[in-house]
Structure formats: C-alpha cells, structure tokens
C-alpha cells in the first residue's frame, strides 16, 4: 500500500476530517456506558439524588449532622451552605420550592462546583447515614446493635428518648470514641457505595422539606435520557460522515490509480505488453484495485476507530472497576491467539487469490475468443476441463479461506458472551459486599465488549490487508515499469521539404532478451508517390519491418528516418500523426461504422468518409445496412466478417489522409477482385503518400515502384516485379509458387 501512497495526498484533508469525526464518534460512543451507569445507579437506585451534599437541609437536621463531624468538618460544611431563616426577605424566595421554610430555618447549598461537591461528599453521606440509625434506635432500640462498638450502650435508652438531646452532653472521649467507631463501620465502602446508602435519607429530608421527590427522579431520568439520545444522534451523524468520506477518498484514489495504470499501459511498447498478459492487466485494472478501493475504506473507518475506542474503553473500564480488568485482559488475550492462529493459516491463501483469479479470467478469455475453433475440433471437453480446473482451484481456494473466516464470527459471540458472564458472575460478588454498583458493573460489561471488538476490528484489518496488500503490489508493479520507448527531452520538428520519406539506414534488429536479430542490416527508402512492397515468407521480417516506422519498437542499430529526421528524436504523437496504419487483424471498437472511422479524424464531413468507403471497396456492404453509417459495432467487430473488418480499417487509415500509409498483411483476407480494385482506387487516391505494403501475394506487388525481398531478416532483392524475376532467386521461388507460367511471362 505504501507504494501507492501517493494517490493520497488530494485526500489528506477529507481523511484529516474523516479522523476528527471518528474522535468525535468514540467520545460518544464511550460516554453512553457511563450515563447509562448513572440512570441505573441515580436515577433508578437513588431516585434521582446525585451526590451526598442535600441542595437544602432544614437547621435542625443539620445541627444532627454536625454532631458526627470533625471541627474542620463542620466549618467547611457550613461554609457552603446559606441559612435562611423562617419569615425573613430571603425565605420568600425559596418558600415554594421549601414549603418547611414557613414554620423553621433551612440551610441552602451555595453554587459550588462537582470538585467541592466530591470533598463534602463522605463527610456529609456518613452524617447522613449515623443519623438515620441513630433515628431509627430511637424508634425501635433493638437496631442499636448496628451502632456497637461506640462505648455508648444505645440499647438501653428507652424508646421515644431523643439521644440527640443527650450526646452533645456526653464527655468529648466518648464522643470521639463513637466517631471512630462510626467510621471504622465505613471505611470498607467506597464513596460512590456512601453516596448511595445516603440517598435514602436524603430523600427523606427532601420529603420533609415539601419537595416533590418523584419530580426529582423523573427529572433526572428525563435530562440523562436525552444526553443519551443526543450522543446517540451524533454518534449516528459522525458514522454517517465518516463512511461518506472514506467512501468518497476510496473512490477517488481507485479512480486516480486506474487512469494512472490506464496512462502507463498506454505508454508501453510491445516489449512492456509481453511481460503481463492480457488477462493478468485486466485483473489488475478491475479487481486488483476494487480490492484497494475496499480496503481504504475499512481503513479510515475501522483502524483510526479502533485504538481510539479500545484505548478510551480501557481507561474508562479500569476507572469503573480496576479489580475486575484481569477480565479484559484474558479475553484479549484469547482473542489474539485466535487471530494469529487464523492469521498465520490464511495469509498464504490470501496471497495465492489474486494469482488464481488471473488463471481464470486468462482461461475464460481464450475459451470464449476462440470458441469457434474450440467448435471445429471438437475440444469443449477439454476446454471445459481446463476451466475446470481453474475454477475448482480458486473455489477451493476462497472456501478454504471463507470456511476459516466463518469460524471468527460464532468464536467471538462466545467470546462476548462468556467475557458477559464472567463479569456478571464476579460482579455480583462485590455487588453483594457493597463494594461496587449494578450501574458500574453493566458499564464496565459494555466498556470490555468495546475493548474486544476494537481488537476484533483491528484483526479484521490484519486478515484483509495482506490480501489488498498484495494486490497494491501487482497494481504497483504495472505502474513502476518504465516504458523502452519514450519522447526525447528536446524533440525536432520534421523537414517540410519531403513530406513522407521514410528511410531505413543500416538497421538492425532483435527482440528483448533474444539471442540474435532477426532483421540484419536494412537500407532502402520509401519515397512519397510510389508503392513499396515488402515480401518474403513466413517468418521473414516483413511485419517487424513496419512496426519499427510507428516506433512500436525501437531499433537494436542503425537508424529509422522520417523526413529526414530520426524518430527517435521527435514526439511519437508526431510521428504518427503522419502516419495510416492498417494492422495484419483489423481491430474495430464497439460503437458504430461511422465512430470506428471518425477514430481516425473526428472532424472528418460526411463526404471524407463516404469516399474512404468507396477506395475501401467497403461501400457495398455499408450502405447494405438497413442503419448504414450508424450500423453497430460489436466489441471486436464480431458481427462483421474478416474481409469487411479489413476493409473498415483500411478506409479508417483513408479518413486519416496521413502522408504515409502501412498496409501490413492487410489485404490477404480480401479475394482476388477486391484486392486488385482496392489498390487501384488506393493508388489514385494515395498518389502524393508513401505507401508501404506487407503482403505475401505476388499478385499484389506486381505493380509496386519498390518491392523489397526478405530472407531470414536480410534484403535479398530490391527492384520492380520484372527486376526482381531476373535477379533475385527468392522472389522467383515465391512468384513460381502462386502465379501461373501466363501470369510470370
């Protein structure tokens, strides 16, 4: 993937956004657990009573308090909260929501922020807590036993009796003797459990107060609730955000990197063509870089996501219970041995997909190209068997992988659901010794279902990657191959004096990576308003000859001129511009007639092309068409015969009106007739162009000004058809082979 990184960079700022919304999406995500905590342990367990520290507490109830607490205690207490007094200025304020203000005092909390509120928290929930025993003694003495240890037998003060009448006059001794022992009673709750068993008694006080604790409650619910709805919305809209700009950067960088592997392939020369096949480019085109395309998306949304929810999880699982995250981290634990296990067993599965894939399109390709060959020698079997094997091969391949994918998924279910079970298990025990809350302990279960499915996506990533890693490398591999054949840095411009003269001064041969040449030393020159013919027989080099003028290839020695000018020194685009090229398989585009003729000048009147028509002796069958000009095209012209095919390409070449003309073997699948009429129209038509045509009939170069005799890749003969029979032996050979004793004499 790095070496395609690249492509990312007009997508920095959507993945830059993409990230900042994925934070955004974890922050809400890992906030819902805690306020769902708070609803069970506030708003249902302590109905709606968030901390220790009553809004408002009547005098009385708070000269009780006091009694329980230290010196310091009491003055950072009571310095945070008002008196006000029955009947005064002040008390008309707050007289509805403490309708107790009528008959006594009440003390009201100052606006103190949740830091202040978290310091007086312990110290008034276990005054809370010792005056709602000490108030429950005084009605039944029985209950004293939950005060002992005090030095101070409670049991046997009489019923009705205020005791809280009699300890401020108890020795200061005694008293303190109660306190410690009041909190050794508490120093095994933590304060959320304090909070907690206070609730109860404040809800008490609140009553006594005249407020509406129902309303307290349903409030509460109410403004967590919609939190949690909001978060949820936004959490939602953050999802949505997310996958349509990881959607949209994936898409563009597929797009970006499939015109790039377009462009280069383009570039390339014959000699790059034959290092990948046909199939194996057009895999790497389609599925090499939707497999890109996928694994850019999982990227952005998944491997940004997942350390960031993982890692927040932790922190808040660890905050909400730190003796229970040896859970979490068994379940991790187990969760990567399952991955590398899983890992390690499809990573070579995944890296022999691709490979596969290319056998089978390569295999579908020849079988549905060559099905009428297939036909005529009876061999569907054995194709059938051949694609077969190719098909068995890769099904067997992705099932494998697919059967050990599908293992993942009822794994992690158990997972999940015994790592529910075994928090549920161990946090009931600390439920039931107070040590922790249910709201906590249902938190936590989420926090650690977050924490193994960051894991879980992450290990997603780690199985998917190596198969687009792979493909990244294949699509890569097409991109860093460096075209042979490429423009000078400084182009020339071709001589305007001769318009189509095309030299070949001594020029020497031979393929890549071949052991010798096959086109040994060539002189000659095709001149403009003449006909030069290149035979030979099969195997010679005629059509190596002629590749090498559109520079297809570049040559081993020697030099190919145009116009007196090297090609190789000017712009293939003006090189070629100034020729027509009619290939050995004519090669027609899906669309219409009138769009594979327009391919060569898209500008051309009506009139251009109908007279191409005419010279390609292809106007018989055109205007046949029931659509003429606007007939269809199947992809490869399919639906036209060879011949016709042969003759759209030639009148293709026509529409051009390029200066030079290669015919290259096009003529062959043109009967007797057409061929000679052909070249009579042509040789009207192309009277100022150089016209160079690669044929194997005699027939066809009888006429020719120039016919240029190949053997073995060296020029045995150059001359006219009468020349030639005299003094070249091969061209003899070949003549006396087609034409009849009439025809040579």
């Not at 008034?124 to 029985?142: A, C, F, H, N, Y």
């Not at 006059?169 to 003797?177: R, W």
């Not at 009931?428 to 996506?457: E, P």
């Not at 639906?639 to 070449?653: F, H, P, T, Y």
């Amino acid at each position: 993937m790095l070496k395609l990184i690249k492509y990312f960079k007009p997508y920095v700022l959507l993945i830059l956004i993409a990230i900042g919304l994925l934070f955004g999406q974890a922050m809400a995500d890992l906030a819902l657990p805690n306020y769902m905590s708070d609803i069970v342990n506030i708003g249902i367990q302590q109905g709606g009573v968030e901390n220790a520290v009553p809004q408002a507490i009547r005098a009385s109830q708070m000269d009780k308090l006091t009694l329980f607490m230290s010196a310091e205690e009491k003055t950072a207490v009571l310095a945070d909260y008002t008196l006000v007094e029955s009947g005064s200025a002040e008390a008309e304020t707050y007289l509805e929501k403490y309708p107790v203000l009528a008959d006594e005092a009440v003390y009201v909390l100052n606006d103190i922020d949740s830091e202040e509120i978290a310091k007086l928290d312990p110290i008034t929930g276990k005054s809370m807590l010792v005056v709602s025993m000490i108030e429950s003694i005084m009605e039944d003495p029985s209950k004293a036993a939950e005060l002992s240890g005090s030095g101070f037998d409670l049991s046997k003060i009489p019923a009705g009796m205020d005791l809280f009448a009699i300890l401020p006059n108890l020795p200061a001794e005694q008293v303190a003797q109660m306190t410690d022992a009041i909190n050794a009673q508490f120093s095994t709750l933590s304060e959320s459990m304090i909070v907690q068993s206070a609730a109860a008694p404040i809800k008490a006080e609140y009553e006594a107060l005249g407020m509406n604790v129902a309303k307290l409650q349903t409030n509460y619910l109410l403004r967590i609730g919609g939190l949690m709805l909001l978060l949820s919305l936004l959490s939602v809209v953050c999802t949505i955000s997310v996958s349509y700009l990881s959607a949209r950067t994936a898409a563009g960088v597929a797009r970006d990197v499939r015109q790039a592997v377009f462009a280069k392939v383009e570039s390339y020369s014959k000699a790059e063509f034959e290092k990948f096949s046909t199939a194996s480019l057009i895999t790497r085109s389609t599925n090499d870089i939707t497999q890109i395309q996928m694994v850019i998306v999982m990227i952005i949304r998944m491997v940004f996501y997942a350390p960031i929810i993982g890692v927040g999880a932790v922190i808040h699982a660890v905050n909400k219970s730190p003796s229970m995250t040896w859970i979490i981290a068994l379940a991790v634990g187990i969760l990567l041995t399952m991955i590398i296990t899983i890992f390690s067993v499809a990573l070579p599965k995944f890296k022999r997909i691709q490979s596969l894939i290319d056998r089978l399109n390569l295999v579908t390709r020849e079988s549905l190209s060559g099905m009428m060959v297939i036909r005529a020698f009876n061999t569907q079997t054995f194709e059938a068997k051949r694609f077969d094997k190719a098909n068995v091969d890769l099904t067997q391949n992705m099932l494998f992988v697919s059967r050990i994918m599908v293992i993942m998924m009822p794994f992690m279910m158990l997972l999940m659901n015994g790592l529910s079970v075994v928090i549920i298990w161990v946090g009931a025990h600390q439920v039931a010794n107070s040590a922790l809350q249910v709201g906590d302990m249902m938190a936590f279960m989420q926090y650690a279902i977050q924490v193994v499915f960051s894991f879980l996506m992450l290990s997603m990533m780690f199985i998917i990657l190596p198969r687009a890693s792979v493909s990244a490398g294949r699509v890569a591999e097409v991109l860093a191959i460096q075209p042979t054949i490429i423009d000078p840095k400084e182009p020339k411009q071709f001589d305007t004096k001769t318009n189509g003269m095309v030299e070949f001064r001594n020029v020497s041969f031979r393929y890549p990576n071949a052991e010798a040449d096959v086109l040994h030393n060539l002189n000659f020159t095709a001149k403009p308003g003449e006909t030069t013919a290149i035979i030979g027989s099969t195997g010679s080099g005629k059509s190596t000859v002629v590749n090498l003028i559109p520079r297809f290839f570049d040559v081993t020695e020697g030099a190919v001129l145009v116009d007196g000018v090297d090609i190789r020194e000017v712009k293939q685009g003006d090189l070629r511009d100034k020729i027509g090229y009619v290939p050995q398989r004519g090669m027609l585009f899906s669309g219409t007639i009138e769009s594979n003729l327009r391919y060569a000048d898209e500008n051309a009147d009506e009139e251009t092309l109908k007279k191409s028509i005419e010279i390609a002796q292809a106007a018989e069958f055109v205007y046949a068409k029931e659509d003429g000009l606007e007939s269809e095209i199947s992809q490869g012209g399919t639906n036209v015969s060879g011949g016709q095919k042969q003759r759209l390409a030639i009148a293709r070449a026509l529409v051009k009106e390029p200066p030079i003309y290669i015919f290259d073997d096009c003529l062959s699948a043109l009967d007797f007739k057409t061929d000679s009429a052909l070249r009579r129209a042509l040789k009207k038509e192309t009277g100022d162009s150089t016209v160079i045509i690669v044929t194997q009939r005699v027939s066809t170069v009888k006429t020719a000004e120039q016919i240029i005799v190949l053997d073995e890749g060296e020029i045995v003969g150059i001359g006219k058809h009468q020349d030639l029979m005299k003094t070249c032996e091969t061209y003899r050979e070949i003549a006396a082979s087609q034409l009849s004793k009439e025809e040579l004499a």
